[in-house]
């Protein structure tokens, strides 16, 4: 049993698993607390990612495009919400599939008018270019060890952000019980745009990070957003704890997977979701029944 | 769904007269496009049994199409095609089967859930053909196109008189397809799937195991769209795992959004629509996933009925098929009178 | 006990009911018995648990405690649809009807959801199904709404739609009824006509009424159960119920 590789991956799963879950608590947080179904969601992680590709071309800084990243998220999120969004929350499911199937087309080809259809690779910031040694044989890259670290930080401060403030109990509530949300009066509308706003501040933040360890190339959300989606129906719709839990188990699993059986690896996840189906029709943390 | 007034399905008649003579009048490139608008629109009419006749949206309905694809792809020799008479019932069971459990597994969640479960499947059915060799991978394949033959008894046609044929068979496939689901739905059975979309829950209330619909619904709808996908194998003769991704379950739903939710015939005229509009968006640029984009959002901001819910003056109405009358009174959905 | 020897078996029966929500027992420790002929009211203050009851009985919230019973069978924790081929029938309190359809259509859906036709028979036009038609109509003519029978149902005025619930219920051929809240934003007249109706069915079926009117149910109710805080406070014929002290502190107030 090769110890050094099987740790590596587990810290791979973990660090996918923690990307995992800055995109998929936006989701779940979006859907909980307003009913949207956003499939471009994933689209949002793609524009972090060619952010940090444009910005780190530009200046050669991958920490300048972090927060760059997640400004232009709050503010992306703010225009998204008050102009497209607010609309769309008592119509039909379909609709909303179909507006956000709209976004994604329109957000890859402005991408592929912008900067074009190649792969593009991302450098490591060369702070962090090196390999922290854990044991004799084996050592570990110093980038995903900061991403991982900037990904517990960031679960750390929603955790504290919705348990422990008046806005995230409003948030919370209004994620558990929609109807919740009238009664609240003026706050819904700042509910709203503050949630969506974060949402994709986290989904930009994630691209940003995901940059330089998956290259950027076209349609990149695809496979994010899809397995963010499995995240949440696993975690739980409108639970961030519930997608923190689920995300790490569908990291390892699906990392895991890749690594030791690739035949079935692309479907592990997916067999994963239908077990969880079976045995909790509402995902393991749902919310409702 | 149906047209209520004899105009209406006076106008449908029409339509189908049109598409009929078309091959008569132009040249063989709208000849296979037309082709090709067919074979969107059975897709389309077969996820309408769900999306608009039983309130089910799902969005990986492409996977029963793709799925007959590369059962015709599968079962078909390297160096000869096999009659149609073989490969689509073949293909249409296949694709049956996978909905069978696709469904019993998916049906047991609702909403969002089952609009993310039927992704998730679809997805995997995608991950089955582009990571493993079963159907040429990424890459895709090639296949000999099933032929028109009965008992080995070929229909003889010259190269230039085979699309034309293809054409009529992917026609009569549809008006079949349209006339089996207007009889499905004027049925018992239909009108229990109407009342599971309008309240799956009285419905439960008052007897019925809306589980054992659903799943039935899901599974005839599955073979229908394996009637489209059959005939994608016939037409175009190459099998990709594109026919199997979201992308391709989500444009159908926009064909139905765009030709009108809540009539029969809505999801073919947003099929002929959407193809006829991916021609028009070649000639003024090459972007077609742009125009693709803008028209959804165009429809979904400014036509959330659909093409059939726009209004015309009153006295043109009476030339309309029913459905944009609905939108002018709340009639009864009832019994079909007469 | 002395009741049970001298009243026929009970039709629906529950044996120590319960459910409870995460911690809270919205019902506790309830045994109610009905029989056919008789109508049976429960009555108690909002959150006393009594529409939770009627969803364990109908077979929409399973229950946590306690079993139900229905001639002799155990019927605890089927789905609704079952309770109602079971010979389970109910009208809701808040309006949930078909609502896009005519109130001939949801009479007939009701009709056809207890009729168990073998799948090929499904595929029939449904204009052809008379005795589901018959059957239909049959209900629509009990509760006085046959005129309507081709308008929307969700046009209804909120008096007609209660009829239809009925008419619903009635469709689908019980041997219980369970009527939560039926009288709710009823005018004076309608609510008299219902009162008629609903002696009319209690003489054929096993009614479980839940209400607020209280001068309604003291009119009405052959037996009657109070329930305050998910449990049985006290139960019996109306007249004693009335006289009870302690439902008189903890419900009644100034209706005594």
């Known amino acids: 049993m090769d110890i050094a590789g099987l740790l590596a991956q587990l810290l791979n799963g973990l660090q996918y698993g923690l990307l995992l879950f800055l995109i998929a608590s936006g989701l779940t947080l979006v859907f909980g607390v307003m009913g949207i179904i956003n499939l471009a969601h994933g689209s949002l992680f793609m524009v972090g990612a060619y952010t940090a590709f444009i910005i780190t071309s530009a200046t050669g800084s991958l920490w300048i495009a972090l927060p760059a990243g997640i400004a232009g998220g709050i503010v992306l999120g703010i225009l998204l919400e008050r102009f497209l969004f607010r609309h769309f929350y008592e119509r039909e499911h379909l609709d909303q599939v179909l507006l956000t199937f709209a976004l994604i087309l329109l957000f890859e080809e402005g991408r592929s008018l912008l900067v074009g259809n190649d792969f593009y690779s991302v450098p490591i910031p060369a702070a962090l270019d090196f390999s922290i040694p854990i044991t004799e044989g084996f050592s570990y890259s110093a980038y995903r060890f900061a991403v991982i670290g900037i990904c517990l930080l960031v679960a750390l401060a929603m955790f504290l952000w919705i348990e422990r403030t008046r806005l995230g109990a409003k948030i919370r509530a209004a994620a558990e019980k929609p109807e919740m949300v009238d009664v609240l009066g003026i706050d819904a509308r700042r509910i709203h745009l503050t949630v969506f706003a974060v949402g994709t501040a986290l989904a930009l933040a994630a691209g940003v990070l995901a940059a330089p360890l998956y290259s950027v190339y076209p349609n990149m959300g695809d496979g994010f957003l899809i397995i963010s989606f499995v995240v949440v129906v696993i975690g739980g719709l409108g639970s961030v704890s519930g997608a923190f839990w689920s995300a790490l188990l569908i990291g390892l699993v699906d990392t895991l997977g890749k690594a030791y059986l690739p035949v079935v690896a692309g479907l592990s996840v997916y067999v994963l979701m239908a077990a969880v189906l079976l045995w909790r029709p509402s995902g393991l943390f749902g919310a409702r029944p | ?338 | 006990m002395a009741e049970s020897l001298s009243r026929p078996d009970a039709l629906l029966a529950t044996t120590a009911l319960g459910r409870n929500f995460g911690g809270l027992a919205a019902v506790h420790d309830v045994s109610i018995r009905l029989h056919r002929g008789e109508l049976h009211a429960v009555i108690g203050p909002n959150g006393a648990g009594k529409s939770t009851l009627v969803n364990m009985l109908s077979g929409h919230l399973a229950p946590t405690a306690g079993s139900i019973w229905l001639n002799d069978r155990d019927v605890t924790g089927e789905p609704a649809w079952r309770m109602t081929r079971l010979g389970i029938g109910r009208s809701f309190q808040r309006t949930n009807l078909l609502a896009s359809l005519s109130v001939l259509e949801n009479v007939r859906l009701a009709a056809q959801g207890v009729a168990e036709l073998p799948a090929t028979r499904l595929l029939r036009s449904a204009r052809r199904e008379l005795t589901l038609l018959e059957a239909a109509y049959e209900a629509l003519e009990r509760v006085g709404l046959a005129d309507a029978a081709h308008r929307q149902s969700g046009v209804l005025s909120h008096g007609e739609q209660r009829q239809l619930e009925i008419a619903m219920a009635l469709a689908t051929r019980p041997q219980v009824l369970l009527l939560d809240e039926p009288l709710a934003g009823m005018g004076p007249e309608e609510g008299e006509r219902f009162t008629h109706l609903l002696k009319d069915l209690a003489r054929e079926h096993a009614v479980l009424l839940v209400e607020h009117d209280m001068d309604f149910v003291f009119a009405v109710a052959d037996r009657m159960t109070v329930m305050v805080d998910g449990r049985v406070l006290a139960e019996g014929l109306p007249a004693d119920v009335r006289a009870n002290r302690q439902v008189q502190r903890a419900y009644l107030g100034g209706h005594a």
């Open chain 2, 1 to 338: 769904m149906l047209p209520e007034t004899k105009y209406g399905w006076l106008g449908l008649g029409l339509g189908a007269l049109a598409l009929a003579l078309l091959p008569l009048f132009v040249h063989p490139y709208y000849v296979e496009l037309g082709t090709y608008a067919l074979i969107a629109a059975m897709l389309a009419l077969s996820l309408q049994l769900l999306v608009g006749c039983t309130g089910l949206v799902s969005l990986g309905h492409a996977a029963f199409y793709g799925i007959a694809a590369y059962t015709v792809y599968l079962i078909t020799p390297e160096n000869k095609g096999l009659s149609i008479i073989l490969t689509l019932p073949v293909a249409v069971l296949v694709a049956g089967l996978a909905a069978l459990v696709v469904g019993a597994l998916s049906l047991r969640t609702r909403g969002f859930f089952f609009l993310m479960v039927t992704l998730a499947f679809g997805q995997m059915v995608f991950f089955l053909f582009h990571d493993t060799k079963i159907g040429g991978g990424a890459d895709g394949a090639f296949l000999m196109r099933p032929a028109l033959s009965l008992f080995g008894f070929d229909l003889p046609l010259t190269r230039r008189q085979r699309p034309i044929a293809i054409y009529y068979v992917g026609l009569v496939q549809m008006v079949l397809m349209y006339a089996g689901l207007a009889f499905l739905l004027r049925s018992l059975f239909g009108r229990v799937l109407e009342g599971i979309r309008v309240n799956e829950h009285r419905m439960q209330a008052v007897g019925y195991n809306t589980y054992r619909y659903k799943l039935a619904a899901f599974v005839i709808a599955g073979m229908l769209a394996g009637v489209a996908g059959h005939m994608w194998a016939m037409h175009r003769g190459f099998v990709n795992p594109e026919l199997v991704g979201w992308h391709r379950s989500a444009e159908a739903l926009l064909m139905i959004l765009l030709g009108g939710l809540n009539t029969l015939h809505g999801p073919i005229l947003g099929a002929l629509a959407l193809t006829g509009l991916g021609e028009v968006a070649q000639i003024v640029t090459e972007r077609k996933l742009l125009v693709e984009g803008l028209v959804i959002l165009f429809v979904v901001l400014v036509l959330p009925k659909g093409l059939s819910g726009l209004r015309l003056p009153g006295e043109w109405r009476r030339f309309l098929p029913a459905a944009s009358k609905e939108a002018a009174q709340p009639a009864a959905e009832s019994l079909p009178h007469g």
